[in-house]
C-alpha cells in the first residue's frame, strides 16, 4: 500500500476524515474524550517546560491539536507541527478563535522552515512512538536547532523497560508473530525505546537532561538546548520538584495495565468497566472511562455491546 511508504502518506490517510484524525491521534473517539486527554497532557507539558505567558512554543506531532487547544491560551505563541495536512486542518479549525498560533507542514524528519533559535520551549508527546529510530534522532537535531540556546524541551516515549510497557510490547510482538511475513511492516507502527537510548540520544543532539522519568510505561525526559549560560543545577532541582506534575501516575498505569487485560482477553471488559465508575480515586478515571468507552465501541465484536 501505498501509505505504508512513508509517514505523510500514513498519517493523511489515518486522519482522512475528522473522526478518524481523532482516533489516529490517541483513541480519541470524540471532542470530549480528546479535551480530557489533552488536559492531562497539557498539565504534563505546562509543569514540565514552566511555561510563561512570554514563551514561543513548539509542538511536535500536534495532529488534531488536542495538546494545542489547551496550551496555546497560556502562551505567546503556539505553533503547530505535522506531517499531515490533514491533521493540521482539524487542528487549525478546533485552535481558530487564537490569534496567537501557526501551523507548519513538516515535509520529512527536521523542521524546515522554522527558523534558528525561534522558539524558547518545545514538547513533543506520543509522537516519537511511531518513528524509526533514526528519524527521532533526526528530530531531535532539529529540535536543539529552532530552540533557542537555554530552551526547554519535553517529550516521552513508549517504555520497554518498565514491567507495563514491556506487556505493551509483547502485544505488538504477538501481532507480528502471525502477519504476513512478506507484507512490510507499518511505516508509523509503535516502536518502543528505554531510559540509556533517551540519554544518549540527548546528549549526541545537543542537549543536557534536567530529569528522566521511567517508572511508567513511559520514558519521560526534560532537557534544556546547550550553549547558555543557563544554571543548569536550578534547572535540574525545578525539574526535580515538578516530578510528581509530569510524570504518569501509579494509577494511569494500573488503568493502562487494564486495557492491556482487556485487549489480550485476560479481563472482561465489564470489570474494567466497573471499576472506571469511581471518580474519587483520581482524575484518571473520568479520562480513561471515556477513552475506554470508545475504544470498547471500536471492538464490540470481540468485547460485546457497549455501555449506554
Known amino acids: 500500500m ?14 482522512a476524515t475528522p473522526t478518524s ?16 486527554t489533552g488536559a492531562y497532557s497539557a498539565h504534563q507539558v505546562s509543569a514540565a517546560l514552566d511555561l510563561q505567558p512570554g514563551d514561543r ?9 488536542r495538546i494545542g487547544h489547551e496550551i496555546a491560551p497560556r502562551v505567546a505563541h503556539w505553533e503547530g507541527t505535522d506531517i499531515s495536512s490533514n491533521m493540521i486542518d482539524v487542528a487549525r479549525d478546533r485552535l481558530k478563535a487564537h490569534a496567537n498560533v501557526g501551523f507548519t507542514e513538516l515535509a520529512r524528519s527536521d ?3 522554522l527558523a534558528d533559535g525561534s522558539f524558547d ?28 540556546p537555554g530552551g526547554l524541551l519535553y517529550f516521552d516515549v513508549w517504555n520497554m523497560a518498565s514491567a507495563v510497557g514491556w506487556r505493551r510490547y509483547a502485544f505488538e510482538i504477538e501481532q507480528h508473530r502471525v502477519s504476513d511475513p512478506a507484507a512490510r511492516k507499518d511505516v508509523a507502527r509503535n516502536q518502543f525505546s528505554c531510559p540509556e537510548e533517551v540519554r544518549i540520544f540527548l546528549d549526541r543532539a545537543g542537549f543536557d537532561l534536567t530529569l528522566l522519568l521511567s517508572d511508567s510505561p513511559w520514558v519521560q525526559a526534560i532537557a534544556v538546548r546547550r550553549g547558555s549560560s543557563a544554571d543548569l543545577e536550578a534547572l535540574r532541582n525545578y525539574a526535580d520538584s515538578v516530578s510528581a506534575r509530569v510524570a504518569y501516575s501509579p494509577l494511569w498505569t494500573e488503568l493502562f495495565d487494564a486495557i ?20 474519587s480515586r483520581g482524575e484518571e478515571i473520568p479520562m480513561f472511562r471515556e477513552w475506554f468507552l470508545g475504544l470498547w465501541k471500536g471492538n464490540e465484536q470481540t468485547w460485546g455491546k457497549a455501555p449506554r
Open 2 to 15: 501505498e501509505s505504508q511508504k512513508n509517514y505523510k502518506n500514513f498519517w493523511n490517510e489515518k486522519a
Open 21 to 36: 484524525a481523532f482516533i489516529a491521534v490517541d483513541g480519541s473517539t470524540n471532542e470530549e474524550t480528546a479535551r480530557l
Open 57 to 65: 512554543v513548539l509542538e511536535l506531532g500536534c495532529g488534531v491539536g
Open 111 to 113: 523542521l524546515q522552515p
Open 121 to 148: 520551549k518545545a514538547y513533543c508527546v506520543a509522537v516519537f512512538i511511531h518513528m524509526d529510530k533514526e528519524d527521532f534522532y533526526l528530530y531531535l537535531e532539529d529540535l536543539a536547532r529552532v530552540l533557542k
Open 260 to 279: 492491556i487485560n482487556v485487549a489480550t482477553g485476560k479481563l472482561a471488559p465489564e470489570v474494567l468497566w466497573k471499576d472506571l465508575a469511581d471518580d
